[in-house]
């Protein structure tokens, strides 16, 4: 099969699209044929070599990919041959391996793809569905709630402002460049704005027509996750998942106290150490956009041989909703 490996950390060119052997399901494992591979800002982390993240960098040379979707092809010793031919999703968690024409996976972390729902909206759902349903587990959003969503065109943030629709609340969403603005209006975001720009913070202000904030979910840090605080309401609740700035908000119990704001940092031990895992939330995600009630946004396909245009145009946030391979 081919896959894309990676000999040594660094930039993006390190990721190499080979020709190696095809993996052979162990006891309780399956084989899946791939249509769809997740690709993710953490995979970018990981790839260059920075420590510090929340998982261990893996031995080299490794296969990256934690998310992939197909139609298993093959069954290990023990499991139900009924698996063959089922298309499945399956995350892979930090053992990886995804990026490949073939990916083994234990057969207890297989979901069968709901009828209707594509290859590619299904990888979307089962990392970055399920890490949206975690942060908003945090975030009570209500019907009278005044939203702000960050990076609100990317893989979660779409999805931040489609529930924050959905449950009836004002949904102010901000996204960097012209083209994202307008995916993030037809989202059903009632304001949107370019972060680009210098004055965005008044300008979201003035749009708001004098409504602050009540929710802001903030995955970009630094000076965009500095202004999105000062934007908070009085008793405001702001949900952090995330800094791919490079740097976090920067905030103090000053700040905190001054506003009588409520932090809540959405992701890292309070997922791994959640009651009940991240099965559930794979399922419940998966379920919604079946339903329809979620429409995960799938804007950026490259092909398998091209991880690192994928990787590349991630880094430069040049993407819109999730970035998917095809192999």
């Not at 979307?124 to 009570?140: C, F, Q, S, Y």
Request: hydrophobic letters at 45%; aromatic letters at 4%; a negative charge.
């Amino acid at each position: 099969m081919h896959a894309i490996r990676l000999h040594a950390f660094g930039p993006a060119e390190n990721l190499v699209y080979e020709e190696v052997e095809d993996p052979k399901p162990a006891a309780g494992q399956v084989c899946i044929a791939v249509r769809a591979i997740g690709v993710h800002l953490l995979d970018t982390t990981i790839r260059s070599g920075a420590s510090g993240g929340p998982f261990p960098l893996p031995e080299l040379p490794t296969i990256p990919g934690r998310e992939v979707a197909g139609v298993v092809d093959a069954v290990g010793e023990g499991v139900d041959d009924a698996w063959l031919g089922r298309r499945v999703v399956a995350h892979l968690g930090p053992a990886s391996q995804g990026y490949a024409e073939l990916a083994v996976a234990p057969v207890e972390s297989l979901h069968r793809i709901p009828e209707g729902l594509a290859d590619d909206a299904a990888v979307a759902m089962i990392g970055t569905g399920r890490t949206t349903l975690a942060v908003l587990e945090v975030a009570d959003l209500r019907a009278e709630d005044v939203v702000l969503v960050t990076a609100a065109a990317g893989g979660i943030g779409n999805l931040l402002v489609q529930e924050a629709h959905n449950v009836g609340a004002t949904v102010a969403g901000v996204a960097g460049g012209t083209a994202k603005v307008e995916q993030v209006r037809r989202l059903g975001a009632d304001v949107a704005v370019d972060y680009l720009l210098p004055d965005w913070p008044a300008t979201l202000a003035e749009r708001l027509d004098g409504r602050a904030a009540t929710v802001a979910f903030d995955s970009v840090g630094g000076e965009v996750g500095r202004a999105v605080l000062e934007l908070l309401a009085p008793g405001g609740r702001l949900v952090i998942y995330g800094w791919s700035s490079g740097e976090p908000t920067e905030l103090s119990a000053p700040d905190i106290v001054a506003g009588s704001l409520t932090v809540t940092a959405a992701i890292g031990p309070r997922i791994a150490q959640r009651p009940g895992g991240l099965r559930g939330l794979e399922t419940e995600a998966l379920a919604r956009a079946a339903s329809r009630d979620w429409v995960p946004l799938v804007g950026d396909h490259f092909p398998l041989a091209d991880a690192a245009g994928a990787h590349r145009a991630l880094e430069t946030r040049a993407t819109v909703g999730k970035v998917v391979l095809v192999p």
